[in-house]
Structure formats: C-alpha cells, structure tokens
C-alpha cells in the first residue's frame, strides 16, 4: 500500500541554523510529490512540488527539496532558517491514477529558537 | 487564495445530531476534497468530486456523505455526529491540468 513517513514528529533548530525535514515514501510507480506548511490556526500552503526532470526543486520562501529515487525520499531543506519558519510541514504524495488523491505523512512541527 | 471559503469555521454540537459543511470555490475549478485533520494523522481524504453530481469515497468515508448539486459547492454531511469526529476538515480544490491542490481555511469542529 501507498504511504507517506515523515520519521520526526518535533524538529527544533536555532535561528540562522541549517534545516532538513525527512520524508520517505511507498509507491510503485514515479510519484507526484508536494511538501506543504501549516502555520498554527491556518490551513495549508504549497511550499513545493517535483513531477519529474530535475530532482533538486525550489519553491518559495526559500525552500528546496531534493527527490531522490534509490531512496524513496524527498526531503526539504532550507539552509537559514529564520523564526517566521516555526509551523508545521507535511509532505504528500499524489496518487497518479485517475484524480490525484494525496497520501499526506503525518506532519513534522519545527520551533526555531531565537 | 485559491477562492476557497468553508463555512462555518468554527462548530460545536451534540452526539447525535447531524452536521453540513460547506466549500465554496469561485473558480469553476472541477475536482474538490473533503479531509479531516488529526494529531499524531495528518490529513485523511474523507471524499472527493470529478464534477457535478460525481463523488467517490475516500480513506475515511464512513459515517460521512458529500454532495455537490453545483460546481462551485461541496458539502459534508456528518448524519449522525460522534466524538471521534471531532477534528479539523479542510476543503480542497485541484487546479485544471495540475496535480496540485489547494486548501480552504478549514472549520473545527467539536462533537460533545
């Protein structure tokens, strides 16, 4: 079955510090791939997608995340963190077949010290 | 802003009453969602719609019904709310041409 692991539950780093976010995934075929962010009380934004080409992808708020098929995996990174960064961050998988139907992981919350 | 609004946003009721959620989109867009959030489960796909009058069942449908009489409304029936419906439901959209989906603001609700 598909499915989506984000292996860390709580991430806390210092301002300006360096960040990644893991996010592992089980699907048979290449997949549609989507990190996401919730800031507290809101609903979700896109931070970034990878369909196919380049497996390095960039996306906004100076996010990139790079897929990496040997290892399933598509992690985010962002190499200054600043404060506003503190939300939560969930990664999906589109299931391709028919209507895109996500499998989300179940979410990494992030506290970025001062 | 992808035009989504949810209503309410925010419900309390009892156990045993029935409930509707409304996603409203003013972009003609043709596939909507209906996921509830959970701690410690991410977002759970409850029901979907291709078009008018066409929907299908998600990872959580039980206890739950949808409709969507016209392209830009999706509603979310609870007949019979429970506790362990208690959560955060998000209303998505889906870009023509695109994988990539968009989120409405949510509504909380609380089943006592």
């Known amino acids: 079955a598909q499915s989506v692991t984000q292996p860390d539950i709580h991430i806390t780093v210092s301002e300006g510090a360096s960040l990644e976010l893991r996010c592992n995934y089980s699907y048979g075929a290449t997949p549609y791939l989507f990190w996401y962010v919730q800031s507290p009380g809101q609903g979700l934004q896109l931070l970034l997608k990878y369909f196919s080409g380049d497996t390095l992808v960039q996306g906004i708020k100076g996010f990139e995340a790079e897929f990496k098929r040997s290892q399933s995996s598509f992690n985010l990174r962002k190499p200054s963190v600043h404060w506003s960064d503190a939300a939560e961050y969930f990664c999906a998988v589109a299931l391709t077949s028919g209507t895109y139907k996500y499998i989300f992981g179940t979410g990494t919350r992030l506290k970025v010290l001062a | 802003d992808a035009g989504i609004t949810q209503s309410p946003r925010h419900k309390v009721t009892e156990t045993g009453t029935p409930v509707t959620l409304r996603c409203h989109q003013t972009e003609n867009h043709r596939y909507m969602y209906w996921y509830r959030q959970d701690p410690g489960h991410g977002l759970r796909l409850i029901h979907y719609?291709?078009?008018?009058?066409?929907?299908d069942k998600g990872e959580v449908s039980d206890g739950y019904s949808v409709s969507r009489s016209k392209t830009e409304d999706f509603l979310l029936t609870l007949e019979s709310a429970t506790s362990s419906q208690t959560s955060v439901y998000f209303c998505?959209?889906?870009?023509?041409?695109?994988?990539?989906?968009?989120f409405g603001p949510g509504t909380r609700l609380t089943v006592l």
């Open positions: 719609s291709y078009g008018v009058k066409d929907t």
């Open positions: 998505a959209i889906q870009t023509s041409g695109s994988s990539e989906q968009f």
